[in-house]
């Protein structure tokens, strides 16, 4: 029913910038929160930003805070994750999650919705 597809990932030197998307065919964009996650290689899945359905409600991981920025268009139902300053650190797969409601989550449990990921690297 929710179906998520990432794009935008790639390498990337320190410092840089890259924007990664997420698109959902569902009819209840709208209606539903979103959220970005990412997976180090031999590490957990962890949060990184999450915004309500209208964009009124953002909460940033803080480390990623000042460089990363989530957004949303519920026009043509894309989310996307603005990526400034980029840090070796940030190497991962970034995931979307969705859940069919407004409530903020920052747990991955809470998001019944994922994208297969896509893979962000970077290099110094």
């Known amino acids: 029913q929710v179906e998520l597809v990432e794009s935008g990932g790639g390498s990337v030197q320190a410092g840089n910038s890259l924007t990664l998307s997420c698109t959902t065919s569902d009819r209840i964009f709208r209606n539903i929160v979103m959220a970005w996650f990412r997976q180090a290689p031999g590490k957990e899945r962890e949060f990184v930003a999450v915004?309500?359905?209208?964009?009124?409600?953002?909460v940033v991981d803080d480390s990623v805070k000042g460089r990363f920025t989530i957004s949303r268009r519920n026009d043509d139902q894309r989310l996307f994750l603005h990526m400034t300053n980029l840090k070796s650190e940030d190497t991962a797969t970034y995931f979307c999650?969705?859940?069919?409601?407004?409530?903020?989550?920052?747990?991955?449990?809470?998001?019944?919705?994922w994208g297969r990921g896509t893979q962000v690297t970077v290099f110094s």
């Open positions: 915004i309500s359905r209208l964009s009124r409600t953002i």
């Open positions: 999650a969705a859940a069919k409601d407004n409530q903020v989550r920052t747990t991955a449990q809470g998001f019944p919705y």
